[in-house]
């Protein structure tokens, strides 16, 4: 499972991740973890909420 994989399931699953979470539980850099939490953000996955990248609604 690759980094974003495990954060987009994490985002799945609470509904909500910050990169600062993603940073920490991966080990990994706080600029690469941003470019995880965009990615979630330009693939339609997640939309920020005052710095917090929140799971976006289904589009019915």
């Given amino acids: 499972m690759t980094d ?3 954060a987009l399931d994490c985002l799945r699953r609470d509904g909500k991740i ?3 979470f993603v940073s920490r539980w991966l080990r990994i850099g706080y600029a690469t973890s941003t470019k995880i939490c965009n990615r979630l953000v330009d693939e339609g996955f997640a939309e920020v909420q005052d710095g917090i990248y929140v799971l976006k609604e289904e589009q019915a």
């Fill in 18 to 20: 910050t990169v600062t």
């Fill in 4 to 6: 974003y994989e495990w």
